[in-house]
């Protein structure tokens, strides 16, 4: 007897040589189809039986019985196995969140970036800021809301006395995790819904000095309430929180932070920037180069406020050429210069 492990191929059949002469062709026909139905449904398939002493013409009905079987099961196999190698279709394949979008009109409003809106103010343990400079807009499938995104801009007088208490002047608010590779730029904006949107706010963003860019009171009839909620908005500063961990990002415990001027590099509309070397000798009134005292020799400052600073000049020091060197103590800290 003879036996492969391939129930498909022709030597699956055992041939016997007996002189049993009673087995009939409808019990081959039989074995076969048994043989077939066993490949279809997975179960063991059992061996049939051919008697050699048959006829020819039982024997070739066999066979052909065999060949036509076998060419099914071949064929069938071959796409089982066709279908198990292609992927099957995916179902509720993921789709997008929120896409962005150029613009919004809520109301008579229209949104865009670049735009200041005006929302109900948070609590004072977030400076009480209640402006917002749009970057972007998006709309959310799932809520099916329209989501701003943006720079907080909360009014001086809620710095709780780091800034004077000058109306209208406004200063941008970031919360910085140093752990988080993303630019400062990027950390420090918020998200919030068009729902809350009051208003828009007209803002002058500019590094020049108070009270440059201010509004004008004569133009609002000195109407204190006027001026407070239309009036325009004028940024000249930034304040930003410093955290080392995200966790203790999530506890608002005060760890470190600064209070920076903008400079010119922050200002985009020419109209509103200022050469910083402009403003710095505006604000210290010139120098004598190379120190303050020449052998006894008073000097005015040579340095023009209007122009700006020559980086490319340089300065060598005289004879007894001398500086003054500061040492101040504030409080429980200091600084050297």
Not at 161 to 166: A, D, E, I, Q, Y
Not at 280 to 296: A, K, L, V
Request: one cysteine or more; hydrophobic letters at 30%.
């Amino acid at each position: 007897m003879s036996r492969t492990d391939n129930p498909f191929n022709r030597s699956n059949v055992i041939i016997l040589e007996d002189d049993d002469s009673s087995i009939e062709l409808s019990y081959v026909e039989q074995g076969l189809r048994r043989l077939k139905h066993a490949c279809q449904t997975g179960q063991s398939v059992s061996l049939a039986c051919i008697d050699l002493t048959r006829d020819e013409e039982t024997q070739r009905n066999v066979h052909d019985y065999e060949k036509d079987i076998i060419g099914e099961l071949d064929g069938l196999g071959r796409s089982r196995s066709s279908h198990c190698r292609q992927p099957a279709p995916s179902r509720n394949p993921p789709t997008q969140l929120r896409a962005e979008i150029p613009s919004f009109r809520h109301n008579t409003m229209l949104l865009k970036t670049g735009t200041v809106v005006e929302v109900s103010p948070r609590p004072q343990n977030e400076y009480c800021w209640q402006f917002l400079r749009i970057i972007r807009l998006y709309v959310d499938f799932r809520s099916r809301n329209i989501i701003l995104q943006g720079v907080r801009l909360t009014r001086t007088r809620h710095l709780r006395g780091m800034l004077p208490r000058m109306k209208n002047e406004v200063c941008a608010l970031y919360d910085i995790n140093r752990q988080n590779p993303r630019p400062e730029n990027a950390q420090g904006l918020v998200e919030t819904t068009v729902g809350e949107v009051v208003r828009t706010r007209a803002v002058s963003k500019t590094n020049d000095a108070f009270p440059t860019h201010r509004f004008n009171p004569a133009q609002w009839d000195w109407n204190m309430d006027a001026i407070e909620n239309s009036g325009n908005l004028v940024q000249r500063w930034k304040f930003c929180r410093y955290w080392p961990t995200s966790t203790a990002m999530e506890t608002k415990r005060s760890y470190s932070g600064a209070l920076i001027r903008l400079r010119s590099t922050d200002i985009e509309d020419e109209h509103f920037r200022v050469a910083d070397d402009q403003l710095r000798n505006i604000f210290r009134g010139g120098i004598i180069r190379g120190g303050s005292w020449t052998g006894g020799q008073v000097h005015l400052p040579i340095v023009n406020s209007e122009a700006p600073q020559d980086k490319n000049k340089r300065v060598t020091l005289g004879y007894n050429q001398k500086y003054t060197a500061d040492d101040m103590f504030c409080g429980a800290g200091g600084a050297s210069r």
